[in-house]
């Protein structure tokens, strides 16, 4: 059976559109401060491995490389989230000319890509989302040019590009599983009929396989994390699923992709991607009985974007086109604002409290140096003639990284949380007093370092309402048996 051949594509806006969403993120990259995640990837990429206890390696690695090309900042850290974000952009717009999108359907799409909100958070700053954001669209750009060829050998590729995203992140299996079964629901099931098939999974496999071994080898942790994620969140995550959903995306968005759904189930002429439209709520399905985060699922609503670029430019064209242009014009500039306050460091710090309901990320960039400071300043008054044999110990990776990055006056910060738990621990000869910063006091906790009596509490100074603001830092007597027996006790997945 022919297959529909696809229009130009609108390279030279697409490329502008793509390049002014690298200049704001790189703009407004150096404001606030890290991540707790992105002061961890930065002290991971230091021990790099084909496994870390909550993640594969591809994350780590790409942070200790825009380090090393960009410098040691905040800036330089997040370049390679911004051109992963710009390069997003451009893939949905090719995305949409798959679907026979024309010229400015092309660059609606790119638009409404650029404008938001999930694409946004992620493009500003490291995490596994931002690149497991991309490995999705370049995956859904691939399915679909082989659902509209019907040539198998785009299974190849496919392949590929799985097995980069799982050393990334394990989320890739979810689309492709909802992928295969909207194909057996739906068709074309001929493209599943090719030795194309069984070469592209050997293909991931092969790729994958480093990271799976190490996993294997290490007795599968990061299954362990993602279940005490979803114990501790799961009902929560079910419940806030649909209008997360909305939000994160931007609800000026919903019309546009509910457009694209209704395109590719019902003309005959786009037939062939039905199993596209369908894979969406066979995702929700699944992420939803896992217990999983609404974002799991958010990448393939910009591909009904992409599908819903066409027909919501043909309804331009229709009734009163300068109030539908109008229409669209003021949802997008809402759009915009919407999503820069929402995901971007465009507030005051004194005003990010009020955005923290629907984006807590944004709180977890703040309040870092001050809690160095802090902890510093416990650490000096230890005699000077105890601090060789002392240690200081965070509670969880965002700490012990943030001492990492701005604890120029302490020793290394040690710390049982994800991976930290994996690189080598305190000599059995640091006996003496232990610095421990801990978000909450918890006497079976504390147990393990002898007599603690508080010391400071940790204040960002801006009355931020993060997850730090209030941490305790006690000034304990020491182990109470060496840290070599202690270590494994001190571990923790979540």
Request: net charge neutral; charged share 15%; glycine share 8%.
């Amino acid at each position: 059976m022919s297959r529909p051949s696809v229009p130009a594509f609108a390279l030279v806006p697409v490329t502008f559109i793509a390049l002014a969403v690298a200049a704001a993120l790189t703009a407004l990259s150096g404001r606030y401060g890290y991540h707790r995640d992105e002061l961890y990837f930065r002290v991971a990429g230091e021990h790099l491995a084909w496994g870390y206890t909550d993640q594969p390696p591809l994350t780590p690695l790409l942070t200790r490389l825009s380090i090393t090309l960009f410098g040691d900042t905040l800036m330089g850290m997040r370049v390679v989230a911004t051109l992963s974000a710009a390069i997003t952009v451009v893939v949905v717009a090719l995305i949409a000319r798959e679907f026979s999108g024309e010229r400015r359907a092309q660059i609606l799409a790119a638009a409404g890509t650029a404008l938001a909100g999930f694409v946004l958070a992620t493009g500003h700053m490291v995490s596994t989302a931002t690149f497991d954001l991309l490995a999705w669209m370049v995956i859904a750009l691939l399915a679909t040019r082989l659902l509209r060829t019907a040539d198998g050998r785009w299974w190849i590729p496919l392949g590929l590009t799985a097995g980069i995203a799982l050393e990334n992140k394990y989320l890739v299996v979810l689309p492709l599983a909802a992928l295969l079964i909207a194909l057996l629901i739906t068709g074309p099931r001929s493209v599943l009929k090719t030795w194309y098939l069984p070469a592209g999974i050997a293909v991931a496999a092969l790729v994958a396989a480093p990271n799976l071994i190490w996993q294997a080898t290490h007795d599968w942790p990061q299954l362990t994390v993602a279940g005490g994620i979803s114990e501790d969140d799961g009902a929560e995550n079910r419940i806030m699923f649909v209008p997360l959903q909305i939000l994160q995306l931007s609800p000026f968005l919903v019309p546009i992709w509910i457009a694209g759904f209704r395109r590719l189930w019902r003309p005959p002429a786009l037939r062939w991607s039905r199993a596209i439209a369908l894979s969406y709520p066979i995702l929700c399905v699944i992420v939803l009985a896992a217990g999983g985060k609404s974002y799991y699922a958010l990448p393939l609503l910009l591909v009904l974007v992409a599908a819903g670029a066409q027909p919501t430019i043909d309804w331009l064209q229709r009734g009163r086109r300068p109030v539908r242009r109008a229409v669209l014009a003021a949802g997008a500039v809402l759009t915009a604002v919407t999503s820069a306050a929402f995901t971007l460091p465009v507030l005051p710090v004194s005003a990010v409290n009020l955005v923290l309901p629907v984006n807590a990320e944004q709180g977890e960039q703040i309040g870092w140096p001050e809690l160095a400071s802090t902890v510093t300043a416990v650490w000096q008054q230890l005699p000077a003639g105890e601090r060789d044999r002392a240690v200081v110990f965070a509670g969880n990776y965002g700490e012990a990284g943030a001492l990492a990055k701005y604890g120029r006056d302490l020793p290394t910060a040690y710390s049982g949380h994800m991976s930290y738990a994996d690189w080598p621990p305190p000599s059995d000869q640091q006996d003496g007093p232990v610095v421990l910063v801990t978000q909450e006091r918890s006497p079976r906790y504390e147990a393990h370092f002898g007599t603690c009596t508080e010391a400071a509490r940790v204040d960002n100074g801006h009355d931020v309402d993060n997850e730090e603001q209030g941490a305790h830092v006690l000034r304990c007597t020491g182990p109470v048996e060496p840290w070599s027996a202690l270590w494994p006790k001190l571990r923790r997945y979540y």
